[in-house]
């Protein structure tokens, strides 16, 4: 059975650090196309990372491009997302998704992630 835990959210201040995890089991998560999508309140959901299932490749949004990182530990089979000079606009609850099938590039669009996890919420205060 596939699943998708994430954890590491919380309060955080402006200008501070976090990182999420996304642990998976029921598949090898090294082979697939694993993302992090956003979605803050009234608005609607936003790819921020992504780290692809060919090339262990990365592709970030605009908005965090800089200040987020993307990894992956295959041992641990989970992937990280770390989080550095936060603002007040990354609050949002985040979702870590996957792609299928394995071995895939990024997806265009957050709306081609076919596994979600049920999110983690992130408060960046000001």
């Known amino acids: 059975q596939v699943q998708l835990v994430e954890s590491g959210g919380g309060l955080v201040q402006s200008g501070g650090s976090l990182t999420l995890s996304c642990a998976a089991s029921?598949?090898?998560?090294?082979?697939?196309?694993i993302g992090w999508v956003r979605q803050a309140p009234g608005k609607e959901r936003e790819g921020v990372a992504c780290?692809?299932?060919?090339?262990?490749?990365?592709k970030y949004a605009d908005s965090v491009s800089g200040r987020f990182t993307i990894s992956r530990d295959k041992a641990k089979n989970t992937v990280y997302l770390r989080m550095d000079n936060l603002k007040p606009e990354d609050t949002a609850v985040y979702y870590c998704?996957?792609?299928?099938?394995?071995?895939?590039?990024?997806?265009?669009?957050?709306?081609?992630?076919?596994?979600w996890g049920q999110g983690t919420q992130v408060t960046v205060s000001s």
């Open positions: 029921g598949f090898t998560a090294a082979f697939y196309a």
């Open positions: 998704a996957v792609e299928t099938p394995y071995g895939r590039s990024c997806p265009d669009t957050q709306s081609e992630y076919d596994w």
């Open positions: 780290i692809s299932g060919n090339d262990d490749g990365t």
